[in-house]
């Protein structure tokens, strides 16, 4: 199986400010990567795609990038409604797994 | 508008049998491969299964091989998942999400809650 290990677990971070998760997968998964944003009670949310590519209707403060085993997930100026949990998903191979999760709270 | 509803969760005992339902509907059902996922009380998300669009791949997490059954039926744009010998480990909210390469994990449920007394 692989592994999907995301950093951090928790961060701290104010209104505007620039947040960086990573994931790291224990093989390479190509770009076969989705990152959501979970909130309390409600079901997960895509926010990145193949590792880079952003839905419809995702504000563009969020961004991807990485392949192969070591991806990136950017949100260039936090707004309030972006405090949630975070988790990355591969899906190259099964079985699907996902990271722990990175709880981003305020700070 | 693409929607996903699951059904069928509630309250058992350990030993006895659920059946999961999610009824899709604003796609073309029978094109997408579907997975049910889960998450324990304040816990990670956890898949469970997989299946193909025509039911010819059905693919489990090891913690529930053998004890549950993934399966559709696309005249009626239906997903289920049977759960049988039901542990308190599997308790949890249980998702329905669309597989869809490349955009995998495009549509999820509401979910609906198991909750198995030991």
């Known amino acids: 199986d692989i592994q999907m290990t995301q950093s951090p677990s928790s961060v701290s971070a104010s209104v505007g400010d620039r947040v960086t998760i990573t994931c790291r997968a224990s093989?390479?998964?190509?770009?076969?990567l989705t990152w959501f944003q979970q909130k309390p009670g409600k079901a997960p949310k895509s926010l990145i795609y193949?590792?880079?590519n952003l839905p419809s209707g995702v504000p563009s403060r969020f961004s991807g990038s990485g392949s192969g085993t070591d991806f990136t997930l950017n949100i260039s100026s936090l707004q309030p409604e972006d405090f949630a949990t975070y988790y990355c998903?591969?899906?190259?191979?099964?079985?699907?797994?996902f990271g722990q999760g990175t709880r981003l709270e305020i700070k | 508008e693409v929607q996903l509803v699951e059904s069928g969760g509630g309250l058992v005992k350990a030993g006895e049998s659920l059946r999961l339902s999610c009824a899709a509907s604003?796609?073309?059902?029978?094109?997408?491969?579907m997975n049910w996922i889960r998450q324990a009380p304040g816990k990670g998300l956890e898949w469970v299964s997989y299946?193909?669009?025509?039911?010819?791949?059905?693919y489990y997490a090891d913690s529930v091989k053998g004890r549950f059954t993934i399966s559709r039926d696309n005249a009626k744009s239906s997903l289920y998942l049977q759960m049988d010998s039901l542990r308190a480990e599997d308790t949890a909210v249980y998702y329905c999400?669309?597989?869809?390469?490349?955009?995998?994990?495009?549509?999820w449920g509401q979910g609906t809650l198991v909750t198995v007394s030991s």
């Open positions: 999400a669309r597989a869809t390469y490349p955009h995998y994990g495009d549509y």
């Open positions: 604003g796609f073309t059902f029978n094109s997408h491969a």
């Open positions: 299946i193909s669009s025509g039911s010819s791949y059905r």
């Open positions: 093989q390479d998964i190509s770009s076969y």
């Open positions: 193949a590792a880079s």
């Open positions: 998903q591969q899906y190259n191979s099964y079985p699907i797994t």
